[in-house]
């Protein structure tokens, strides 16, 4: 698996996401403008590709990506127990893109920690 290049934005975001015409809810944890990561209540098989659909500032933006990773949360027992998936975005509306470095703009960098202290 590639390792990530650019920093995610914490943001929570309603999002539908579809495959083969089956859709279904989810809630991004964070995004960037080139992967996100979303919780949702049914598993989506690694190496599916999606349709997404996510909702923010009165505006919905369209995203197509490749799921990349899924992790089933442990510690929430039962049959809604969140999952975990990671989506790569292959293609993106540019009204997406504006949205991401919009937000990076408002979101205050994190401070790397320092070897030396």
């Known amino acids: ?5 650019e920093t995610r934005i914490k943001k929570r975001l309603l999002v ?15 995004i960037s ?12 098989r690694k190496r599916s ?19 990349v990773w899924k992790k089933k949360k ?12 990671g989506i790569e975005i292959e293609k993106a509306s540019p009204e997406y893109k504006k949205f991401i470095s919009a937000a990076r703009k408002k979101s205050l960098p994190v401070a790397k920690k320092s070897r030396h202290c």
Do not use: C, H, W, Y
């Open 49 to 67: 590709r999606v349709q997404i659909l996510l909702a923010a500032d009165d505006e919905i933006f369209s995203v197509t990506g490749l799921v």
């Open 16 to 30: 539908d996401i579809s495959k083969n015409g089956l859709d279904q809810m989810g809630v991004t944890v964070n």
């Open 74 to 85: 442990t510690e929430v027992e039962g049959e809604d127990a969140p999952m975990g998936l």
């Open 1 to 5: 698996m590639k390792k990530r290049k």
């Open 33 to 44: 403008r080139r992967g996100m990561r979303i919780i949702t209540t049914e598993a989506i």
